[in-house]
């Protein structure tokens, strides 16, 4: 469905101060954000280390928006059942790439009336995702290599974008598509275009002068 609207907007506490993340939490809340994206880092999967499910939960208690968590980790199965455990945790997305059995850990988010999430990196061609489309709620399009914030976008992501709404319309399919990396207003409005329906957002919005102005600017 190209050409929609406006967008639901993720800011990725990963950009925030986490010395003062309850307050950074409080502010994007506040601020208009639609979710929480919370970027979880093994140090394995990705080359760096962010944190677990206690900030998660930390973050928890200063928001009443759902908390959409990214698991860059590998073996996110042995995890998901803490992440989905902590009170305002509505998505759990884990990677086509990690060592598990994606179509399971999609199956067992779900089960446990979640919402689920597929996410894949920049090098992964969506055809890989193919035999799991159903059994996720959210397709999480990587549009920089997982990692770090602060990365310049990847344009030639877009491609994969519309072909994920392409194919969602084919198959009947209502997952949203969410990007992740790089996102400002110009990159939301591209990736807007090509059929994404949530931006995440770290440096953009933690580093705005305005945070509010910056979510309404990436929101349509
Ligand atoms: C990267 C993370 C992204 C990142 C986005 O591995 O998954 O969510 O924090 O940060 P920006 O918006 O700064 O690219
Ligand atoms: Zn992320």
Known sequence: MPGRTTSLI???????DFARLGVEVESVTIAGADWIHCDVMDGDFV???????????AASRHTALPLDVHLMIQ?????????????GV???TSHLEANHDAGITL????????????????????????ELFGRFDILLIMTVEPGFGGQPF???MLGKI???????TDLGLGFLIEVDGGIDPKTAALCREA??????????????????VEIRAMRE
């Open 154 to 156: 990847m344009t030639d």
């Open 195 to 212: 059929g994404a329906d949530v931006m995440v957002a770290g440096t953009s919005v933690f580093k705005a002068a305005d945070r509010a």
């Open 75 to 87: 073996r996110p199965d042995r995890y998901i059942e803490q992440f989905m455990a902590v009170k």
């Open 10 to 16: 993720a800011p990725s506490i990963l950009a925030s």
């Open 47 to 57: 080359p760096n280390i962010s944190f677990g499910a206690p900030i998660v939960e």
């Open 107 to 130: 199956d067992r988010v779900r089960a446990a009336g979640k919402k689920a999430g597929l996410s894949i990196k920049p090098g992964t061609p969506l055809d890989q995702a193919r």
């Open 162 to 168: 519309s072909e994920a709404d392409r194919l969602r």
């Open 90 to 92: 509505a998505s759990v």
